[in-house]
């Protein structure tokens, strides 16, 4: 196994300390609650607003990479589609219970698994993928302006969402050092964690 070079491993930990440093104390894990259209835009910049959604999200795709070329699609599609799910659900109203656990709890199992390097199979990566999904989801759909229009909105966050697994996706693959992601893996447990342990 080839070591990281200096310069690889420096970058590595810079990434994977940004879940810490957002989560240090004055930063605000909170999000940024709806932008004011509740339209494509809004939905758009949604994920973006709260460092666990981004963080949740790109370690998608980083797992996909590591998990083999049979992975990308279905923990691809498993997210966004849960995730929509889970945003109607969160327009209409509907519970589901400890969502900002839920949120955060899916940084510290997939970036543990990334640290782990667990390879379970596609189909249970799927599943735990779809399952924190429908968390991410349900925080958008709640925090979607009243007078916003649900398919535009989605539309927009879905396509966040998309771009940030595949910055993930990107990421393991141009790395090809299980290292890299180990420590990226890392990272982003703690910070999951952080926000479990102080919310």
């Given amino acids: 196994m080839r070591l990281l070079s200096c310069k690889t491993a420096g970058a590595a930990l810079r990434l994977a300390a940004v879940p810490l440093l957002l989560f240090w104390p004055g930063a605000a894990l909170a999000h940024g609650g709806p932008l004011p259209d509740g339209g494509f835009i809004s939905g758009l910049m949604h994920p973006l607003l709260g460092w666990d959604h981004v963080a949740a999200m790109v370690a998608v795709g980083l797992w996909a990479a590591t998990l083999g070329a049979g992975a990308a699609p279905v923990l691809l599609a498993a997210f966004p589609l849960a995730m929509v799910a889970g945003g ?10 400890m969502v900002e656990a839920g949120i955060a709890a899916s940084s510290v199992v997939i970036g543990v698994a990334l640290l782990l390097a ?21 925080a958008h759909g709640a925090e979607m302006p009243a007078s916003g229009h649900l398919a535009l909105y989605a539309t927009g966050f879905v396509l966040s ?8 996706l990107a990421l393991g693959l141009l790395a090809h050092r299980p290292a890299v992601c180990r420590v990226i893996g890392a990272g982003i447990a703690a910070g999951g964690a952080g926000a479990l342990l102080f919310p």
Avoid: E, Q, S, Y
């Fill in 88 to 97: 109607v659900a969160g327009r209409l109203g509907l519970a589901l219970p």
């Fill in 118 to 138: 667990l390879r379970p199979p596609v189909w249970l990566a799927g599943l735990v993928v779809a399952g924190f999904a429908a968390f991410h989801g349900r």
């Fill in 161 to 168: 969402t998309l771009l940030l697994h595949g910055g993930g």
